[in-house]
């Protein structure tokens, strides 16, 4: 049995944030944080005070995480961003409510004191002598400390309160992982027993000391159970200072996943009802439990649903048959044949995750050559009379005074020149499509012709493809890249609307040009004549694309999402040299670029060279951040691997920014995973000059002294699959719907089936208006009832092990 937690972020926009600059306005963004490690960073909206960002993180987390963050930063090309404000939400505070956090929520003001972070280890001990009680506290280290200094470090020492009396040990100068190692003693003075408090400090030469964290035992812990042991460092307490919504508010959208999955044979008789319904036959569709399932999924925990019942058959080797299930009943109950699969059903939901997660290097292959070039070669682009801006003309090379018909002839000819370049890669892609999605779009080809045969609706067969395709698939990749991954960061507004008119001609192309020439951007005419070229090579493509041998299994192997040898990331870093000797630090790294597979790390010079070097990734034992001080460099960190020998080696790679570093980290921790012997604790630092930059020690052998983060991952495409926590998942789904589930099928005797908002499809009541269909539907609500019973005295026999088994006590070395 094991247990997870993730969290689902979304950082929507920002409204009345406070002028920065000295035009008036700002320019931020967000920095998102759990407890001590930096997980994202959003774009910088340039110019705005309602900044608009839209990004969502998967946050995959450690179970005893305490607080989620966010810093809202004004983003300044000379000198340090100016800090506008923050929001922190407790681990209490999102699990609340099963459902999340969605709401405005007021910035406040960043209180140096209350940012504290790190914990400090003692170990107190109750004496008795002949002169009374005392107090022995013995301080011996602490870790993770806030850096106060501008040096990124900390000179702290511990200051120990018991009654009227106080002690304070020695300072340690710049390091954040400090080792005291000493012995304070104070007496028991007369009056009501006290609490133990005690407070780390930043030592300054000039102005106040600065604060660092406390810890607080109130005495009748101090009498039965004394602290031994890693204790949390806390802010001071204080009430909530609410700015009043003077520095602006931030609307989030956070919801806690958090979850106990059971032993495999636990989830056999659910997952036994789901299979059944797949591979059962097609006149008992619309009676199946996956059928009832699909009738209590609302709109918005549609995707959710779809996404985990994707992952699950596609662990289970079972995708083709699962998506084919759904296609079915998706065309059966539709009439009119230009609606097919425009609604967002458990079927186009579900199409579209398989997709992402079968596709995404193919994707990669086909588009990032040509997004790469939009990013880096910036041109301006415009059609619409209504949005051109003559003054940026000037970056189109041609003579005389600019005007409305030069920009839209110089536009035409480089939209042309990037969708030229898309198109051929797109229809040149048979070869590189993977199987599974080639057999799916086959499987819903052959429905699709089955339904509607006439010759008038020759064209569906193939929009149906293209509609996932192109319109759910290609365009949204053009049009966001940082969502897909294709790129790191978000596109300017110049960038940005040279890919929305790409996106809009890909998708016109995926339409095989219907519908042309109507509706609101007639100004997209110019365009017309290449698109219209274009659309009897996209219907060869498809015609190609669903050419493929049925023998391969559409679901893919179970348990293999991602090969091995696929490669998961991909780009240049900078690379410290094995034993840079004397060279300074910015010799000392080189540039390499870096390929990720579940087999190796492998690097080169470039992309094209054919020596490379590689670390196995099985030798990997920790992938962590590294201290900006031990380089004088931001965004570094290290790869630490065990060789044959059972020595520890050290790479670390430079980063170009936050975002990239976090992604690298969550790609090598997820590749390295399955290892055994994880290091608990690593260095932050480097060893140089005799010594590790961050705690200070001369023993190269040193014991880490930061634990290691290798639970915070962020999810992606290329998660591997878990189909237990997957078939978790679902029956959580069905505990939300259990009300509503025997009201609809066991205890109303009017059941009606129809799938909600499928705008233009027929009543699926119709298929199950006989009594032998209600009668079928009722036993498939039954049935799921029962095992959802199941599970649930599973869970509570488990629940009820743990807490013979937990005890209170501290954090963990």
């Not at 080696?649 to 690298?664: A, D, F, G, I, P």
């Not at 009541?765 to 079928?776: F, N, T």
Request: proline residues 7%.
């Amino acid at each position: 049995m094991a247990k997870s937690s993730s969290l689902n972020v979304r950082v929507v926009e920002g409204r009345a944030l406070p002028a920065k600059d000295v035009s008036g306005s700002s320019d931020p963004y967000c920095i998102v944080k759990v407890d001590d490690e930096v997980v994202a960073r959003t774009a910088t909206v340039w110019r705005s005070l309602s900044p608009f960002w839209g990004e969502e993180y998967t946050v995959h987390l450690p179970l005893d995480f305490h607080q989620l963050a966010f810093y809202v930063l004004d983003e300044d090309t000379v000198g340090h961003d100016d800090v506008i404000g923050k929001v922190s939400l407790s681990r209490d505070e999102i699990a609340a409510d099963p459902r999340g956090i969605d709401s405005w929520i007021n910035l406040s003001r960043v209180d140096p004191d209350a940012e504290v972070q790190g914990e400090i280890c003692l170990a107190v001990q109750m004496l008795e002598d002949v002169l009374g009680r005392c107090l022995r506290c013995h301080v011996l280290q602490a870790r993770d400390l806030a850096p106060r200094d501008i040096s990124g470090t900390s000179d702290p020492f511990a200051r120990v309160f018991w009654g009227s009396q106080s002690l304070e040990t020695a300072t340690i100068k710049r390091t954040r992982f400090p080792r005291w190692d000493e012995v304070l003693e104070l007496r028991e003075t007369p009056g009501a027993p006290s609490p133990l408090r005690v407070e780390l400090w930043d030592w300054d030469m000039v102005g106040k000391n600065d604060f660092l964290g406390m810890v607080e035992f109130p005495p009748q812990v101090l009498q039965q159970n004394p602290p031994n042991g890693w204790f949390r460092l806390l802010p001071f307490p204080r009430a909530d200072e609410d700015s009043g919504g003077s520095l602006g508010a931030l609307r989030l959208k956070v919801r806690l996943l958090e979850d106990r999955v059971l032993p495999s044979p636990c989830y056999r008789p659910l997952t036994a009802l789901l299979v059944e319904s797949v591979l059962g036959p097609a006149e008992e569709d619309a009676a199946s439990p996956l059928a009832v399932l699909e009738e209590l999924a609302s709109g918005d925990c549609r995707q959710d649903l779809a996404t985990k019942l994707v992952k699950l058959f596609l662990g289970r080797g079972l995708a083709g048959p699962f998506l084919d299930y759904l296609t079915r009943r998706e065309v059966a109950r539709t009439t009119d044949p230009n609606t097919l699969f425009r609604s967002n059903s458990l079927a186009s939901k579900s199409m579209e995750q398989f997709m992402k997660l079968v596709g995404m290097p193919y994707l990669h292959a086909v588009l990032r050559p040509v997004v790469h070039r939009v990013f880096e070669e910036k041109k301006y682009m415009e059609l619409d009379p209504c949005k051109m801006d003559l003054s940026r003309a000037r970056r189109i090379s041609f003579k005389g005074a600019p005007s409305e018909e030069h920009v839209r002839e110089a536009s035409l000819g480089l939209l042309t020149g990037y969708l030229g370049p898309i198109v051929d890669a797109i229809v040149g892609s048979v070869g590189r499509c993977p199987p599974a999605m080639r057999l799916a779009f086959k499987e819903l080809r052959r429905r699709v012709e089955q339904r509607f045969p006439q010759a008038e609706h020759e064209d569906v067969k193939y929009l149906a493809i293209s509609g996932f395709l192109f319109l759910r698939f290609f365009a949204p990749a053009i049009l966001t890249p940082k969502l897909f991954d294709l790129r790191d960061q978000h596109a300017d507004p110049q960038t940005s609307r040279s890919l929305l008119l790409l996106a809009k001609a890909v998708q016109s192309i995926g339409n095989l040009g219907q519908q042309l020439g109507q509706g609101k951007e007639l100004w997209m005419a110019p365009l017309h004549p290449f698109l219209l070229q274009s659309i009897s090579r996209v219907r060869d493509f498809l015609d190609q694309l669903v050419d493929v041998d049925e023998e391969e299994e559409a679901g893919g192997p179970a348990r293999a999402l991602v090969p091995p040898s696929v490669i998961v990331r991909e780009g240049y870093l900078l690379k410290r040299k094995d034993e840079p000797g004397s060279l300074a630090t910015r010799f000392a790294f080189k540039k390499r670029y870096f390929r990720l597979s579940g087999e190796t790390l492998s690097y080169s010079k470039g992309p094209e060279w054919q020596t490379r070097s590689s670390i196995p990734v099985s030798h990997i034992r920790a992938v962590e951040r590294v201290d900006e001080g031990a380089f004088q460099l931001p965004h570094v960190m290290q790869v630490v691997t065990r060789d044959g020998a059972g020595a520890l080696r050290t790479t670390y790679l430079q980063c170009k920014s936050v975002n990239e570093l976090s992604q690298w980290l969550s790609a090598l921790r997820k590749a390295s995973a399955p290892n055994p012997d994880k290091l608990a604790a690593c260095h932050p630092g480097a060893f140089r000059g005799a010594r590790w930059t961050c705690c200070l020690r001369a023993e190269r052998s040193a014991t880490g002294c930061s634990r290691t983060h290798s639970a915070v991952t962020l999810g992606d495409w290329s998660d591997p699959l878990d189909p237990d926590a997957e078939t978790q998942m679902v029956y959580r789904q069905l505990l939300l719907g259990r009300d509503q589930l025997r009201m609809k099928f066991l205890e109303n005797s009017n059941v009606d089936t129809t799938p909600e908002a499928d705008t233009g499809k027929g009543s699926s009541a119709v298929e199950g208006a006989g009594p032998d269909a209600l009668a079928r539907q009722r036993e498939a609500a039954a049935r799921l009832l029962e095992v959802l019973e199941d599970l649930d005295r599973a869970h509570e026999e488990f629940r009820q092990q743990e807490q013979g088994k937990a005890a209170p006590g501290p954090l963990g070395p």
